[in-house]
Protein backbone atom coordinates (compact mmCIF):
# COMPACT_ATOMS: atom_id res chain seq x y z
CA UNK A 1 0.00 0.00 0.00
CA UNK A 2 1.16 3.29 -1.07
CA UNK A 3 1.35 6.43 1.39
CA UNK A 4 1.62 9.80 -0.15
CA UNK A 5 4.11 12.00 1.40
CA UNK A 6 1.10 14.53 2.34
CA UNK A 7 0.29 11.63 4.98
CA UNK A 8 3.40 12.48 7.58
CA UNK A 9 3.09 15.19 9.09
CA UNK A 10 5.55 17.60 7.16
CA UNK A 11 5.83 19.98 10.35
CA UNK A 12 7.68 17.42 12.28
CA UNK A 13 10.37 16.62 9.67
CA UNK A 14 10.78 20.11 8.59
CA UNK A 15 11.14 21.27 12.62
CA UNK A 16 14.16 18.18 13.20
CA UNK A 17 15.46 18.20 9.51
CA UNK A 18 17.96 20.74 8.10
CA UNK A 19 16.87 22.67 4.77
CA UNK A 20 17.99 21.90 1.60
CA UNK A 21 19.60 25.74 1.45
CA UNK A 22 21.78 24.87 5.08
CA UNK A 23 22.32 21.29 3.67
CA UNK A 24 24.49 23.05 0.68
CA UNK A 25 25.95 25.52 2.39
CA UNK A 26 27.96 23.01 4.25
CA UNK A 27 31.65 22.82 3.19
CA UNK A 28 31.85 19.23 4.36
CA UNK A 29 28.66 18.54 1.79
CA UNK A 30 29.60 21.24 -0.77
CA UNK A 31 31.70 18.71 -3.23
CA UNK A 32 28.66 16.04 -2.84
CA UNK A 33 26.31 18.83 -4.07
CA UNK A 34 25.62 17.57 -7.45
CA UNK A 35 24.91 14.44 -6.77
CA UNK A 36 22.19 15.98 -4.17
CA UNK A 37 20.49 17.74 -7.21
CA UNK A 38 17.52 14.84 -7.52
CA UNK A 39 13.79 15.78 -5.93
CA UNK A 40 13.15 12.22 -4.69
CA UNK A 41 16.02 13.07 -2.29
CA UNK A 42 14.08 16.23 -0.83
CA UNK A 43 10.62 14.28 -0.41
CA UNK A 44 9.31 13.85 2.54
CA UNK A 45 7.98 10.07 1.69
CA UNK A 46 7.72 7.00 3.77
CA UNK A 47 9.85 5.22 1.35
CA UNK A 48 12.59 7.84 1.79
CA UNK A 49 12.58 8.99 4.82
CA UNK A 50 12.49 5.43 6.67
CA UNK A 51 15.38 3.87 5.50
CA UNK A 52 17.36 7.14 5.98
CA UNK A 53 16.67 7.51 9.58
CA UNK A 54 17.94 3.89 9.37
CA UNK A 55 21.12 4.24 7.60
CA UNK A 56 21.75 7.40 9.66
CA UNK A 57 21.13 5.76 12.85
CA UNK A 58 23.86 2.87 11.56
CA UNK A 59 26.27 5.43 10.09
CA UNK A 60 26.45 6.94 13.77
CA UNK A 61 28.05 3.72 15.23
CA UNK A 62 31.25 4.45 12.68
CA UNK A 63 34.40 5.34 14.76
CA UNK A 64 35.90 8.10 12.24
CA UNK A 65 34.87 11.33 11.44
CA UNK A 66 33.67 10.46 8.09
CA UNK A 67 29.64 10.85 9.09
CA UNK A 68 28.71 13.75 7.31
CA UNK A 69 30.31 12.90 3.77
CA UNK A 70 29.26 8.98 4.30
CA UNK A 71 25.78 10.23 4.77
CA UNK A 72 25.86 12.16 1.33
CA UNK A 73 27.02 9.91 -0.42
CA UNK A 74 24.63 6.92 0.83
CA UNK A 75 21.54 9.30 0.50
CA UNK A 76 22.89 10.25 -3.28
CA UNK A 77 23.46 6.33 -3.92
CA UNK A 78 20.08 4.89 -1.84
CA UNK A 79 18.08 7.44 -3.33
CA UNK A 80 16.94 8.38 0.22
CA UNK A 81 15.31 11.67 2.11
CA UNK A 82 18.83 13.75 2.12
CA UNK A 83 17.59 16.06 5.22
CA UNK A 84 16.58 13.24 7.25
CA UNK A 85 19.97 10.94 6.81
CA UNK A 86 21.62 14.39 7.60
CA UNK A 87 19.95 15.02 10.89
CA UNK A 88 20.14 11.48 11.86
CA UNK A 89 23.95 11.07 11.92
CA UNK A 90 24.25 14.17 14.15
CA UNK A 91 22.40 11.26 16.96
CA UNK A 92 26.33 10.54 17.41
CA UNK A 93 27.84 14.07 18.79
CA UNK A 94 30.13 15.62 21.14
CA UNK A 95 27.66 15.17 24.21
CA UNK A 96 26.16 12.28 23.30
CA UNK A 97 29.41 10.34 21.62
CA UNK A 98 31.68 8.60 24.87
CA UNK A 99 27.93 7.01 25.74
CA UNK A 100 27.38 5.34 22.33
CA UNK A 101 30.78 4.18 21.79
CA UNK A 102 31.13 2.80 25.62
CA UNK A 103 27.46 0.56 24.65
CA UNK A 104 28.71 -0.20 21.42
CA UNK A 105 32.15 -1.65 23.56
CA UNK A 106 30.11 -3.15 25.83
CA UNK A 107 27.93 -5.18 23.50
CA UNK A 108 31.33 -5.85 21.67
CA UNK A 109 32.72 -7.52 24.85
CA UNK A 110 29.38 -9.23 25.36
CA UNK A 111 29.45 -10.81 21.50
CA UNK A 112 32.97 -11.79 21.28
CA UNK A 113 33.46 -13.07 25.19
CA UNK A 114 36.49 -10.09 26.06
CA UNK A 115 37.04 -9.30 29.31
CA UNK A 116 35.60 -5.31 30.11
CA UNK A 117 38.80 -3.08 30.49
CA UNK A 118 38.91 0.65 31.13
CA UNK A 119 37.76 2.36 28.52
CA UNK A 120 38.55 5.84 27.30
CA UNK A 121 37.22 7.64 23.94
CA UNK A 122 38.52 10.12 21.86
CA UNK A 123 37.41 10.45 18.41
CA UNK A 124 40.75 10.63 16.41
CA UNK A 125 43.08 9.05 14.35
CA UNK A 126 45.69 9.21 17.10
CA UNK A 127 43.13 6.91 19.54
CA UNK A 128 42.02 4.43 15.96
CA UNK A 129 45.57 3.97 16.18
CA UNK A 130 47.34 4.41 19.19
CA UNK A 131 44.39 4.33 21.94
CA UNK A 132 42.24 1.45 21.21
CA UNK A 133 45.16 -1.04 22.23
CA UNK A 134 43.88 -4.42 23.19
CA UNK A 135 39.67 -3.11 22.96
CA UNK A 136 39.71 -2.99 19.21
CA UNK A 137 37.99 -6.38 18.50
CA UNK A 138 35.04 -5.81 20.72
CA UNK A 139 35.19 -2.12 19.95
CA UNK A 140 34.48 -2.70 16.45
CA UNK A 141 32.60 -5.93 16.48
CA UNK A 142 30.60 -3.98 18.95
CA UNK A 143 30.07 -0.63 16.54
CA UNK A 144 29.12 -3.16 13.77
CA UNK A 145 26.48 -5.13 15.56
CA UNK A 146 25.12 -1.22 17.23
CA UNK A 147 24.83 -0.65 13.79
CA UNK A 148 23.43 -3.19 12.14
CA UNK A 149 20.81 -3.42 15.02
CA UNK A 150 19.81 0.35 15.84
CA UNK A 151 19.67 0.49 11.64
CA UNK A 152 16.89 -1.83 11.23
CA UNK A 153 15.14 -1.20 14.10
CA UNK A 154 14.94 2.96 13.50
CA UNK A 155 14.30 1.90 9.70
CA UNK A 156 11.32 -0.44 10.88
CA UNK A 157 9.99 2.07 13.97
CA UNK A 158 9.57 4.72 11.41
CA UNK A 159 8.31 3.08 8.89
CA UNK A 160 5.68 1.81 11.39
CA UNK A 161 5.28 5.16 13.14
CA UNK A 162 4.56 6.55 9.38
CA UNK A 163 2.23 3.97 8.66
CA UNK A 164 0.27 4.33 12.10
CA UNK A 165 -0.10 7.64 11.43
CA UNK A 166 -1.58 7.57 8.20
CA UNK A 167 -3.98 4.55 9.18
CA UNK A 168 -5.30 6.72 12.29
CA UNK A 169 -6.01 9.83 9.95
CA UNK A 170 -7.57 7.65 7.46
CA UNK A 171 -9.93 6.48 10.01
CA UNK A 172 -10.49 9.85 11.40
CA UNK A 173 -11.76 10.75 7.50
CA UNK A 174 -13.77 8.11 7.33
CA UNK A 175 -15.50 8.40 11.14
CA UNK A 176 -16.16 12.17 9.87
CA UNK A 177 -17.12 11.62 6.54
CA UNK A 178 -19.70 9.03 8.17
CA UNK A 179 -20.69 11.15 10.24
CA UNK A 180 -21.46 13.95 8.25
CA UNK A 181 -23.52 11.60 5.76
CA UNK A 182 -25.74 10.59 8.81
CA UNK A 183 -26.25 14.17 9.96
CA UNK A 184 -27.39 14.89 6.40
CA UNK A 185 -30.11 11.84 5.98
CA UNK A 186 -31.18 13.45 9.69
CA UNK A 187 -31.38 16.82 8.22
CA UNK A 188 -33.33 15.56 5.13
CA UNK A 189 -35.50 12.90 6.90
CA UNK A 190 -36.18 16.11 9.33
CA UNK A 191 -37.21 18.44 5.91
CA UNK A 192 -39.18 15.96 4.36
CA UNK A 193 -43.18 16.67 3.61
CA UNK A 194 -43.71 13.16 4.81
CA UNK A 195 -41.80 13.87 7.77
Known amino acids: QCYSSESMPRRFLK ?3 PSRDAIHASRWLRPFKH ?3 DPRLWSPQRRTVAPAFGAGLAISFIPLPVHLLLAALVAAVARINVPTIVATVF ?5 TIVPIFYFAY ?13 FE ?3 SWDWLQHGLGPL ?5 VGCLVCAVVFGLVGWFAVDQA ?3 TVRRRLERRRARSAAQVAALRVTETDESPLG
Do not use: A, Y
Not at 106 to 118: A, D, E, K, S
Not at 136 to 140: A, E, I, S, V
Open 35 to 37: LLT
Open 136 to 140: WQPFL
Open 91 to 95: FSNPV
Open 121 to 123: FSL
Open 162 to 164: WRT
Open 106 to 118: RVGTLVTGFRPQP
Open 15 to 17: RFT
